[in-house]
T-cell receptor, first 112, second 112 residues
Framework: DTAVSQTPKYLVTQMGNDKSIKCEQN?????MYWYKQDSKKFLKIMFS???????INETVPNRFSPKSPDKAHLNLHINSLELGDSAVYFC???????????FGPGTRLLVL | QKEVEQDPGPLSVPEGAIVSLNCTYS??????FMWYRQYSRKGPELLMY????GNKEDGRFTAQVDKSSKYISLFIRDSQPSDSATYLC????????????FGGGTRVLVKP
């Protein structure tokens, strides 16, 4: 059983397009996160939601907009994609705001 | 200078050797320290979680935290080829569910 799942696994698109990545967790966790991992493997937090409420919003271009329809789902919508958005995006969840984080398999985004 | 520094490697060791990994950090507010293992094209997987200074052992893995030196270590005893992966340190000022700051990861290769 997949604990934290993401779709799609791979996404290849042109500059200027709009795309969405979806994340679902079946662990019953309250808190979910989006991270970006660049080509040098640095993982950097972008957003965090706790029970559908935004609690962490790092310095991320406002072309990126997270949406949490319920506490088991956290989606990431990206407008006007740029070359620099190419990266692996990881979703994670934790039982509470104070719990350890469990990561999904990642979505590889390539912007051409 | 990044908040968390980690040698990218690669670190190549023969099977059965002890793998020694470390991270240094600059933010004295960090209190929670984690080690994640990441296989190629997979999400990070939590290995060890430590609060404040001290040692923690779990099977072949030992994590050490020295807050006075702002230095954390992970030791893997009796290394196996299946331990070949990238190891990421992560830390936070609040509880583990708060914003994690990651090191860039050390790539480890265990040769049979």
């Amino acid at each position: 059983d997949t604990a934290v799942s993401q779709t799609p696994k791979y996404l290849v698109t042109q500059m200027g397009n709009d795309k969405s990545i979806k994340c679902e967790q079946n662990l019953g966790h309250d808190t979910m996160y989006w991270y970006k991992q660049d080509s040098k493997k640095f993982l950097k937090i972008m957003f965090s939601y706790n029970n559908k409420e935004l609690i962490i919003n790092e310095t991320v271009p406002n072309r990126f907009s997270p949406k949490s329809p319920d506490k088991a789902h956290l989606n990431l919508h990206i407008n006007s994609l740029e070359l620099g958005d190419s990266a692996v995006y990881f979703c994670a969840s934790s039982p509470t705001r104070a719990g350890t984080q469990y990561f999904g398999p990642g979505t590889r985004l390539l912007v051409l | 200078q990044k908040e968390v520094e980690q040698d990218p490697g690669p670190l190549s060791v023969p099977e059965g050797a002890i793998v020694s990994l470390n991270c240094t950090y600059s933010n004295s507010a960090f209190q929670y320290f984690m080690w994640y293992r990441q296989y190629s094209r997979k999400g990070p997987e939590l290995l060890m979680y430590t609060y404040s200074s001290g040692n923690k052992e779990d099977g072949r893995f030992t994590a050490q935290v020295d807050k006075s030196s702002k230095y954390i270590s992970l030791f893997i005893r009796d290394s196996q080829p299946s331990d070949s992966a990238t190891y990421l340190c992560a830390m936070s000022a609040g509880a583990a569910g708060n914003k994690l700051t990651f090191g860039g990861g050390t790539r480890v290769l265990v040769k049979p």
